[in-house]
């Protein structure tokens, strides 16, 4: 079997995987299908993203929806550098020592959210062990700075876990992000070998804590699937969340981004998937998106408004109710 070149000089970007054996990359399914980055709307996007000297998650991470998110002005900013101080098996993000942060960074990300008239925006980071409050004062910061120059643009943050830290976690929740997402990403039995960085109860934790903090703020998280997980672990998933207060779940197929990856063990099929929704909306979850293609931020504004009416229609039956 010959490799793509191209992700092979990706690999270099994660030294701590190239003690790995080369995984095999099988033939991708005919339900993954994506078009290629294209069209005016996309440059325009691009020029936007590059001249502010911003990162993306959708170009670091290599995610395969860019060419659609990109060419309606959807894009999620990847903050605090692009060297991440993990080690993540499944992710495509450099892995080494940052640098110091950019204090003009949060600015720059407010201004590129104001040319892009976002109506809604996500904004992520790389994990910052290396820092004192794990970039909490550097998340909270970007928030002010979105808000002031974007007032009427709603955020929502896909942060890491801040190393359990709470009070780096409530300064970050006092920014008031309208919706707080910090994704699972896979069952408990294999964080050892998927996400050896964080711990499945931490992040289970922090979910909680923000609906402690403040009840209004939405709260998101997703899962990747094919990794070898059971439907029933899936499940139980599910069930964590929803005990966490969890308003919206998203779930998608994992795809390997090198040979040096964890590899793809099972391509869950569109049915499959449409069962696995099924199952999510029976949980009670607000909102559920669940599709091959599924990642945290696509159509993460169209998704953030039916969220915001899902809660009204449940609020007013509650009501009724009474």
Known sequence: MTYNTDLLDKAKRHPEKQKNPDRPMGKKPDWIRVRAPQGAVYKETREIVHSAKLNTVCEEAGCPNIGECWDKKH?????????????????????????????????????????????????????????????????????????????????????????????????????????????????????????????????????????ERDPMQFTKSGLMVGLGETKEEVGQVMDDMRAAGIDFITIGQYLQPTPKHAPVMHFWTPEEFQQLEKMARAKGFLMVSASPLTRSSYHAGDDFAKLREARERKLAAATAAE
């Open 75 to 211: 894009a999620t900013f990847m903050i605090m550098g692009e060297i991440c101080t993990r080690a993540c098996s499944f992710c495509n993000i450099a892995t080494g020592k940052p640098g110091d942060l950019d204090k003009m960074e949060p600015l720059r990300t407010g201004v590129a959210v104001s040319k892009l008239d976002l109506n809604h925006v996500v904004i992520t980071s790389v994990d910052r062990d290396d820092l004192e409050d794990f970039g909490a004062r550097h998340f909270a910061k970007t928030i002010e700075a979105i808000r002031f120059k974007a007032p009427n643009t709603t955020i929502e943050i896909l942060p890491g876990d801040f190393g359990g830290d709470q009070n780096a976690l409530d300064m970050v929740i006092d920014a008031a992000p309208d919706v707080f997402n910090h994704n699972l990403e896979t069952v408990p039995r294999l964080y050892p070998t998927i996400r050896p960085g964080a711990r499945y109860f931490r992040s289970l934790r922090l979910l909680q804590r923000v609906k």
